[in-house]
């Protein structure tokens, strides 16, 4: 590994030559691979594995499995995430309140910290996920999807779009764009990206968007800010700068020694930060930091009003004749705990929204461009109300509302593929939920000869072959 001498000099100077060191010699080594487990999808792991251990339910693993072929990986039984970036369960644990909450996850795509969030959030709470690039949007809304939460609410907007929404959040979580000196070892392309005027560029561009999206932090809430690289511009120096200039707060997390996390490295400054080193720490570079933002701070800008234009998402589909009662009283019995949800129809299909943040939805899509509003429950397709994708995958879903068929491993596959399927003759026709392991994986509509496989087209497994070893966790 060839890494800039510009950065192995301004890292020396940062940590001293041993430590620099051992960072170069860490940076050659095999990444550590680890996945989250989803309490929602509980399963039988059927290998001793060893716990990251600032959070409840990571796993590292021995070797990266073939996760593509897991079945129980495309139903959100677990997500493989880098298990540094699990340490932002202790800021959300130590320090978000623990009644229900409306938080923000602003750079949020694929989904790793989003998905974490939503296991780790009081019960009730209302989590916005947005990624600025259209195309890594539709993947945070499938990984969302799959983890099956139906609190949720994706976004597609810049950080300068959340600045109306003043005092909106009680927390909001930045994982900023940044060098990515963290990504070194897991992507050569970081390497070759990486220099000291893009490291300039990226910490002016984090305080741009710390400033855009501020006033949409309330009084009193948490901020958690975080990159995945090493050097203190984009960190300490800027942790500084955010104080300074919003008179807010560092806050401290409680940590294990044995984590060996590494704490500041600014010269003169003592405020708590949590730096991972892949020298120190089994997981890549990942830095974190919890602020506070001052009670008395009102967010300097005026408070939304739904004369904003709106945005062309969502919210723009007019409700039509296509949804009819019969099929929202339907729709109602495909979900338990449904007193705690309305369900509205939205051209021919039918959401399922919280009741206790129906206004904040409403003026979410007044104001963004929203790609998803929580729980599609079914959509009308000529004389049937088909039950949809996300039904299968969420938490909410009624298990006595349609037949089950559990399927082989080759079946899943195949069904994951999205190809024809042939259920046994004794499974009765009409909508079938498929599960594999007792785990829901999605819906056929059964019509005897062949099932019409309704696995979402965009999502399917597109590899046309098995490896010879399939190897999976469970």
Not at 147 to 158: A, M, Q, R, S
Not at 403 to 418: E, G, M, P, S, V
Not at 428 to 456: D, E, M, Q, S
Request: charged share 25%.
């Amino acid at each position: 590994m060839n890494l800039p001498l510009s950065f192995i000099e301004y890292t020396r100077q940062l940590i001293g030559d041993e430590a620099c060191q051992k960072l170069e010699t860490s940076l050659t080594e095999v990444p550590p691979v680890s996945i989250r487990l989803n309490t929602s999808k509980p399963i039988d792991v059927s290998i001793q594995l060893n716990k990251v251990p600032w959070t409840q339910q990571g796993y590292y693993l021995d070797e990266r499995l073939t996760f593509t072929f897991d079945p129980l990986f495309h139903a959100g039984c677990y997500y493989v995430q880098e298990a540094s970036s699990m340490f932002v369960e202790q800021a959300l644990r130590q320090h978000a309140p623990s009644s229900p909450i409306k938080m923000l996850d602003l750079c949020a795509a694929p989904g790793g910290k989003s998905t974490h969030a939503r296991s780790v959030l009081p019960e009730g709470s209302l989590l916005v996920a947005n990624e600025i690039m259209r195309n890594r949007s539709q993947i945070l809304a499938e990984n969302l999807v799959k983890w099956g939460n139906p609190d949720v609410v994706v976004t597609n907007n810049e950080p300068a779009d959340f600045s109306n929404l003043t005092s909106f959040f009680d927390v909001i979580l930045t994982d900023v764009p940044c060098s990515g000196e963290g990504m070194f070892r897991k992507d050569s392309v970081a390497i070759d990206e990486w220099s000291p005027e893009n490291v300039e560029i990226c910490w002016n561009r984090q305080r741009d968007i710390i400033n855009d999206i501020w006033p949409s932090l309330k009084p009193g809430g948490i901020l958690i800010y975080s990159t995945c690289t090493y050097n203190t511009k984009e960190n300490e120096e800027n942790v500084r700068w955010i104080c300074d200039t919003y008179n807010a707060e560092v806050l401290p997390v409680a940590v294990d020694s044995e984590w060996n996390i590494t704490s500041n490295l600014l010269c003169n400054e003592d405020f708590p930060v949590y730096r991972f080193l892949p020298s120190h720490t089994k997981g890549e570079g990942f830095f974190l930091v919890v602020i506070r933002k001052n009670d008395e701070d009102s967010g300097g800008i005026k408070s939304f009003s739904k004369k904003t234009k709106k945005r062309n998402n969502q919210s723009k589909k007019k409700d039509v004749a296509l949804v009819n009662k019969e099929h929202l009283k339907q729709a109602q019995g495909f979900l338990h705990a449904n007193d705690n949800y309305i369900l509205k129809a939205i051209d021919s299909e039918i959401i399922a929204l919280p009741k206790a943040y129906i206004t904040e939805i409403e003026t979410l899509q007044e104001s963004l461009k929203v790609i998803q509003s929580c729980l599609t429950v079914a959509e009308v397709k000529g004389r049937d109300l088909v039950p949809h994708h996300a039904l299968a995958m969420s938490k909410l879903y009624n298990s006595k509302s349609f037949d089950t068929c559990d399927l082989n491993y080759q079946q899943a596959i195949a069904y994951l593929r999205k190809e024809a399927i042939v259920l046994s003759p004794d499974i009765p026709r009409g909508y079938i939920l498929l599960t594999y392991k007792a785990i829901p994986l999605g819906f056929v509509k059964n019509i005897g000869n062949r099932a019409n496989n309704l696995y979402p087209q965009e999502w399917r497994i597109r590899s046309g072959y098995l490896p010879d070893e399939i190897k999976t966790l469970f």
